[in-house]
T-cell receptor, first 115, second 114 residues
Framework: SQQGEEDPQALSIQEGENATMNCSYK?????LQWYRQNSGRGLVHLIL?????REKHSGRLRVTLDTSKKSSSLLITASRAADTASYFC???????????????FGQGTILTVHP | KAGVTQTPRYLIKTRGQQVTLSCSPI?????VSWYQQTPGQGLQFLFE???????NKGNFPGRFSGRQFSNSRSEMNVSTLELGDSALYLC?????????????FGPGTRLTVL
């Protein structure tokens, strides 16, 4: 079963608009990560937010985390056609101070940015 | 640094055959994970290797196996292929330091089973 559930499943916007994607998860987490995947290719790590952080920025990306609601959002500002991709949230197992290379991914949001 | 490489990129096999996929992680990364991606099931974790030991395993049948070598390169094997094994197989490497475990993915191997 998927740990993260993304919403919406698909999002279509015009260049210059902002895109917001949401992710909900079920269990306690150490961190939550967002990845991008261009059609049929490998995933690219975008940003990691730790469980004790509420907001994080990276360029045009803004991620928020609400551990009380078990949810996160990814905001892409001033979107470009090149942002067209699938976006996934992912969480590692909660294992105290131990980190693992296992991630549970959500189903993803397909973002289409029209020029 | 060179990124994660996977070979081959594309593979066509028939039912009943077996296949071996290879992954070379980023230099210095000791953790290698494998994922299967299909339109129906999405991204599913197969297994993780760390310092030549399998540390985690997903919910896949025993036909799926893997290993990691002393140079951190990893291979995964699927025996007795089934049509449902057609998928994009992704390998990812990670530093695994403290609470850092973001993963760096290869381009994937597209396996088609006929």
């Amino acid at each position: 079963s998927q740990q993260g559930e993304e919403d919406p499943q698909a999002l279509s916007i015009q260049e210059g608009e902002n895109a917001t994607m949401n992710c909900s998860y079920k269990t306690s987490i150490n961190n939550l990560q967002w990845y991008r995947q261009n059609s049929g290719r490998g995933l690219v790590h975008l940003i990691l937010i730790r469980s004790n952080e509420r907001e994080k920025h990276s360029g045009r990306l803004r991620v928020t985390l609400d551990t009380s609601k078990k949810s996160s959002s990814l905001l892409i500002t001033a979107s470009r056609a090149a942002d067209t991709a699938s976006y996934f949230c992912a969480t590692p197992p909660h294992a105290g101070g131990t980190s693992y290379g296992k991630l549970t991914f959500g189903q993803g949001t397909i973002l289409t940015v029209h020029p | 640094k060179a990124g994660v490489t996977q070979t081959p990129r594309y593979l066509i096999k028939t039912r009943g055959q077996q296949v071996t996929l290879s992954c070379s992680p980023i230099s210095g990364h000791r953790s290698v994970s494998w994922y299967q991606q299909t339109p129906g099931q999405g991204l599913q974790f197969l297994f993780e290797y760390f310092s030549e030991t399998q540390r985690n395993k997903g919910n896949f049948p025993g036909r799926f196996s893997g290993r990691q070598f002393s140079n951190s390169r990893s291979e995964m094997n699927v025996s007795t292929l089934e049509l449902g094994d057609s998928a994009l197989y992704l390998c990812a490497s990670s530093v695994i330091a403290g609470t850092r475990n973001e993963q760096f993915f290869g381009p994937g191997t597209r396996l088609t089973v006929l």
